[in-house]
């Protein structure tokens, strides 16, 4: 623990006697990589890394616990998808420790690694989250903060040696990853064509300068690279010369402006502070955002050399530029680095990722949810013009909405078309489109609608309601619904008649 924490634990966690830890043998306290000779170092480290990370999961994963996990794994598996594990810490002393390394068993993938078993921390002490613009690109503000001076430098000595950052060449590096259109080989080997991707830089801004550029910019990413330190209210961000920003102050901003993720490469961005040896309760930056909304924050656990945190800036930011969902992205970024520097070294667990509970990960949507256009001079076209329509409430001439391109995605979420704030209704609740139906007379473009939610959806017909629930049935013009429950709105459907010109 003294080996990947570097300020020390105020005690050692309890570990059950049915699953004791592996001998590690005795350690001086404190001691370091740096301290013993790299041929020497290089095993003991890498050693002293799987036994701690085999024990955090022997520990976490005592008793019932380890059956739901092995069940989840299971249904995510034969459905083909990745399943994500998020861990709270409701006790301030165990966020140093270093949880991204966790593995079942000696030999086994870090659970941070994984692309199929997709690791995050998070807290459920949170505010709602707020809605979510729908993101067709990457806009990115990168804000460069103040190298330390001599006597605060001198004063963090123990804590950041290495106080010096590279902004500038940072800030370049993040640009031209961004601007980079062929993905990288160690992410993928398939064809993906990256986002649209915007990056603005900010060099050490005030306070009212930063606000003023958040807001305007309509970013939904903030990077800020430069020096930070714990404090109570979610630590110090060093903007300028005698110019700090607390967490708290920035959560206020980043919140109003809906910036999706934040992102910190600044010493102890994932880290506590204390007083009296006790770590203090959500004080961590990353704790502080999440807490007040902010969907997703990556921060460090420690200080991370300039070199590595470039390394991982260029996975990272290239992974998100291919559609990634963020805590994807992430682990993507981790193995980068393993590759990079090697399993003995402790680059790869520095970031810490915190997600919002509410959220899904996706700051881009991937590129299969997408529709697929059929090309204008495909010999498939069947030329019938999709019949416009749309919903309204019921009663009124105001509140419309046209299914622009023949779909309509209908939930609680922001990133649906149509958002309805009920608490019957589920996040992604239904969806409406339409289909070419083959008939003896020709073929008759159709609106369909289907629902994926927990209560179902209700349709007038017939005289009465009827309840439609994970099902797709037909809708003609002028039927009414309801979203999750009797109590809800009613909406209209309602097919336009085709303009004049349109006729034949």
């Known amino acids: ?39 020497q170092a290089t095993g003991y480290g890498g050693r002293l890394m799987q036994h701690l990370g085999v024990s955090l999961w022997q520990w976490l994963f005592e008793g019932q616990i380890q059956n739901s996990f092995n069940q989840s794994q299971g249904i995510a598996i034969g459905q083909n998808k990745p399943l994500r594990l998020r861990l709270e810490l409701r006790d301030p002393d165990l966020v140093p420790l270093p949880w991204e390394i966790m593995q079942p068993q000696l030999g086994k993938q870090a659970i941070s690694l994984s692309q199929q078993l997709l690791f995050s921390r998070t807290t459920s002490d949170v505010d709602p989250l707020p809605p979510l613009r729908i993101e067709q690109s990457l806009k990115i503000l990168l804000v460069l903060g103040h190298d330390v001076d001599e006597q605060t430098t001198a004063a963090l000595a123990v804590r950041s040696p290495n106080s010096t950052l590279k902004l500038e060449e940072e800030a370049a590096t993040l640009a031209q990853v961004l601007k980079n259109r062929t993905p990288s080989d160690f992410i993928s080997s398939v064809s993906v064509v990256p986002v649209p991707c ?10 009212s300068e930063l606000s003023d550029r958040i807001e305007k910019g309509k970013y939904n990413i903030f990077f800020y690279a430069g020096h930070g330190v714990p404090a109570p209210d979610g630590g110090l961000l060093r903007l300028r010369p005698n110019t700090n920003l607390s967490g708290t102050e920035l959560a206020q901003i980043l919140t109003r402006c809906r910036v999706t993720l934040a992102v910190f490469n600044a010493c102890w961005g994932a880290e506590p502070d204390q007083a009296g040896q006790r770590a203090v309760p959500r004080s961590s930056l990353a704790e502080v955002l999440i807490h007040h909304g902010v969907p997703a924050v990556l921060g460090m656990r420690d200080s991370i050399a300039d070199q590595e945190a470039l390394s991982f800036i260029q996975a990272f930011a290239q992974a998100l530029a291919e559609r990634m969902p963020i805590d994807r992205a992430v682990a993507v970024a981790r193995q980068h680095l393993l590759t990079l520097y090697k399993f003995n070294q402790p680059a790869w667990t520095l ?25 204008g001079n495909s010999p498939s076209l ?89 099902q797709e049935v037909p809708l003609q013009s002028g039927i009414q619904l309801k979203f999750g429950s009797s109590q809800g709105q009613t909406l209209e459907f309602r097919v336009d008649p085709p303009l004049p010109s349109e006729e034949n």
């Open 382 to 470: 069947i030329r019938q013009k999709t019949p416009m329509a749309s919903l309204r409430v019921l009663g009124s001439s105001s509140k419309i909405w046209p299914i622009q391109g023949g779909l309509i995605r209908v939930g609680r979420r922001a990133e649906n078309d149509l958002v309805i704030q009920e608490q019957w209704v589920s996040q992604k609740h239904a969806e409406i489109f339409c289909r070419e139906v083959f008939l003896d007379s020709g073929v008759m473009p159709t609106y369909f609608l289907r629902d994926f939610s927990r209560y179902g959806t209700l349709i007038l017909q017939g005289g009465g309601w009827q309840k439609v629930h994970h």
């Open 351 to 375: 970031p810490v990722l915190y997600m919002h509970p509410e959220f899904n990960g996706e700051l881009i949507k991937p590129m299969e949810e997408g529709m697929t256009e059929l090309p």
């Open 198 to 207: 915007q990056v603005d830089t900010l060099l050490q801004p005030t306070p």
């Open 1 to 39: 623990q003294e080996m990947f924490s570097s300020r020390g634990l105020p005690y050692v966690p309890r570990v059950s006697s049915a699953n004791p830890p592996p001998a590690m043998g005795a350690a001086p306290m404190g001691a370091t990589t740096s301290t013993m000779p790299s041929s």
